[in-house]
C-alpha cells in the first residue's frame, strides 16, 4: 500500500514538474521572440525550445532550462536570421496566393489546403530535427520535406494535437499564455520518440 501511494505520489510530482516546465519554456520563448525584435527573435527562440525538449525528451538529459535556452538561443542567432527571412517571403507569398484564391478561385481551395499541411509539417520538422539531421539549413530544409511521408502516424498525430491544443487556446485563453507553443512541441518529441532513437540516434 506504501509502495503504490509513494509511486503516485513520485507520478505527480514528475507531472507537475513536467507542467511547470512547459510553463517556463512557454515564457522564455516569449521573451526570446521580443528579445530579436518579434520577426528575427522568432528563429533562434524556436530552436532553442526544441533544443530543450530534444534534450529532455529524446536525450533524457537533465539541464538548467533557463541556462541551456539562451546558450543555444544565441549560438543560432545569426544562422537562423539566414533562413527565417526567407521562409517569411515563402509564408508571405503563400498567404497571399490564399486571398486570391479565395476570392477568385475558392473551387481549388481544399488543393491549397493540403499545400498549407506540408508547409506546416515540413516546417515542424525542420525545427524539430534541426539538431540531428546533418548539413546546411537548407539540406536540413530538403530533409525535412521528406520526413512527413516517413513518418505518416506520427505527422497525423501532430496535426491532431496542434489543433486540440490551438481549440483549447480558443476556448480558454489561459492556455494560450501557459502552453500555446511549449506543449505542442512536447508532444512532437513524444510523438517522435521512438523514430529518433530507430532512424536517427548513433548507436
Request: with cysteine; glycine share 6%; aromatic share 20%.
Amino acid at each position: 500500500m506504501y509502495e503504490s501511494e509513494e509511486t503516485l505520489s513520485h507520478g505527480l510530482m514528475r507531472t507537475m514538474q513536467w507542467f511547470s516546465s512547459l510553463v517556463y519554456l512557454n515564457i522564455l520563448w516569449f521573451v526570446g521572440v521580443l528579445a530579436g525584435g518579434v520577426l528575427l527573435g522568432i528563429g533562434p527562440a524556436t530552436l532553442a525550445l526544441c533544443a530543450v525538449l530534444r534534450a529532455l525528451i529524446w536525450e533524457r538529459k537533465d539541464v538548467v532550462i533557463n541556462e541551456f535556452f539562451y546558450e543555444v538561443y544565441r549560438r543560432v542567432w545569426n544562422e537562423s536570421i539566414r533562413f527565417m527571412i526567407p521562409l517569411y517571403a515563402v509564408l508571405a507569398f503563400s498567404w497571399v496566393n490564399y486571398r486570391v484564391i479565395a476570392t477568385f478561385a475558392p473551387v481549388v481551395m481544399p488543393v491549397f489546403v493540403v499545400l498549407w499541411v506540408i508547409i506546416f509539417l515540413t516546417i515542424s520538422y525542420f525545427f524539430i530535427f534541426y539538431g540531428t539531421l546533418a548539413g546546411s539549413p537548407w539540406q536540413k530544409l530538403k530533409d525535412s520535406l521528406v520526413l512527413p511521408w516517413m513518418f505518416p502516424l506520427q505527422s497525423l498525430g501532430m496535426l491532431v494535437g496542434v489543433g486540440a491544443i490551438w481549440l483549447l487556446n480558443w476556448r480558454f485563453s489561459v492556455v494560450g499564455v501557459l502552453f500555446l507553443f511549449s506543449a505542442p512541441v512536447a508532444l512532437y518529441y513524444c510523438l517522435l520518440r521512438k523514430k529518433y532513437w530507430r532512424h536517427f540516434r548513433v548507436k
